[in-house]
């Protein structure tokens, strides 16, 4: 929404991180999530999606180095369960990985919950189109099956 004849590829870019941080905002909100935000690989290794989280949420987005982040913590509770390591904390500690904290910016914030109101209300004003859109990608994915 708003892109026009000006809006570079970069404009486009920066618009999907928007929407992706304004999403993760709305639903760390409705699940009563608090404190940093931890992040790690994928898209999460540009800094720009680190830094638009950050201001849009309010939160220090802290993206941590390694990857895999799930399987490792599997590896963690299979080391402890192993005998290994005799606890968790232990293991997890022998598994050390680096951290990079991105610090909401105050004036970026502001605009950015100027940016969500507009955001909030553009999804509720767009719901009822909702069903035709679906109807529309039925189609499509029934076409691409034949």
């Not at 913590?73 to 005799?86: E, H, I, K, P, Q």
């Not at 909401?104 to 859109?133: D, K, L, N, T």
Request: glycine share 8%; with cysteine; net charge negative.
């Amino acid at each position: 929404m708003g892109m026009s004849l000006t809006t570079t590829p970069d404009d486009v870019l920066r618009s999907v991180y928007e929407g992706v941080a304004l999403s993760l905002a709305d639903c760390g909100d409705h699940l009563g999530m608090t404190g940093d935000l931890v992040v790690s690989s994928g898209g999460f290794r540009s800094d720009l999606i680190c830094e638009v989280l950050a201001d849009v949420t309010g939160r220090s987005v802290v993206r941590q180095s390694a990857p895999e982040t799930g399987a490792r913590g599997a590896a963690v509770l299979a080391l402890t369960v192993a005998g290994r390591y005799d606890t968790v904390e232990d293991a997890a500690a022998a598994m050390t990985c680096s951290f990079e904290c991105f610090d909401p910016h105050p004036e970026r914030g502001r605009i950015y919950r100027a940016v969500a109101e507009v955001y909030f209300e553009s999804r509720v004003a767009i719901r009822p189109v909702w069903p035709s859109m679906r109807e529309i990608r039925n189609m499509k994915e029934a076409d691409s099956v034949n």
